[in-house]
């Protein structure tokens, strides 16, 4: 492991995914504690998106963005929240120069799958559809996410394509959790990883499907076809239980003939680039940024 990283894993909150409000709550409590950039020049502006139910979203807008990303927050679908993803879509909205529309989906296990992809889809829609009103070209719009939230960005991607949804410029895949059958190497042996572990992913899984199976929709490493997908930055940590499947579900993209970029950062965990103060997590943001800055400029 990264000795900087290394030098903090004490300090983890032991989060009991087995009890998802706790655990929320522990999250919300942690998050809190964490700094945020100087949002000087950038408008920062809390909407609501007219659905059933309607879905908020905290909107970030720097200076002369071409483009926007509808970014979904992590926490295993049943933590995290706009605030709690406050410092990280702000980051991102600074890094990459896009605008980014934060998206407040319904959380498992209260509201298991399909809604939270249901409240994705409608932003990604909404965010089409107000694209002069946000200021951005309708022809750059990208979905992204990390861990749950990634799995939301895939998953928002192949329906966009099934339905002939809006068109999708680029998808950013940070560490997602893409497969419920939990077969790869990574899931079956990393039990003891810092934050997250086999266990801990096995009941995200059980909160977010609930009582229904699993469909490419919910777990999109279950699509047999990924061609006409748009084209993906997917990022994964050495030490995450999602990491094989991530890499795999890149290769099966490549095969499919999408474009990716694949970055597989050496000595880091599961959700690692939140302590900031790693040279690696540093440059993990800034690559994540400046993907998206590429992918959307070009």
Known sequence: ??????????????VDLNDPFAARELFAERAADRSVPDLAGMEIEDRVVPADPDVPVRIYR??????????????????????????????LADGSGAVV????????????????????????TWTAEHAAELGVDPARI??????????LAAATALRARDEQGPPIRFQVLNQAGLD?????????????TPWMDHDKIAA?????LGSRPATPYAAPARATDLSGLPPAYV???EFDPNRDEDIDYAVRLLQAGVPVELHQWPGTF??????????????????????LRRALAG
Request: proline share 7%; aromatic share 10%.
């Open 204 to 208: 995200m899984w059980r909160h977010y």
């Open 62 to 91: 720097p200076r002369q963005a071409r483009g926007a990303v509808v970014w979904m927050h992590g926490g295993a679908f049943v933590m995290g929240d706009l605030d709690t993803e406050h410092p990280w879509a702000a980051r």
């Open 180 to 192: 419920d059958r939990q077969q790869m190497w990574s899931a079956r042996n990393f039990t003891d």
């Open 270 to 291: 599961h959700g690692s680039q939140a302590i900031l103060s790693a040279e690696v997590s540093q440059r993990q943001i800034a690559e994540l940024s400046a993907a």
């Open 235 to 237: 990022a994964t940590a």
């Open 142 to 151: 990208a979905v992204g996410g990390h861990s749950a939230g990634g799995n």
């Open 101 to 124: 529309i934060s998206v407040g989906y319904r959380r498992a296990p209260e509201h298991p799958f399909p809604a939270a992809l249901d409240d994705a889809y409608t932003v990604l």
């Open 1 to 14: 492991m990264d000795p900087e990283l290394e030098a903090f894993v004490p300090f983890l909150p032991q």
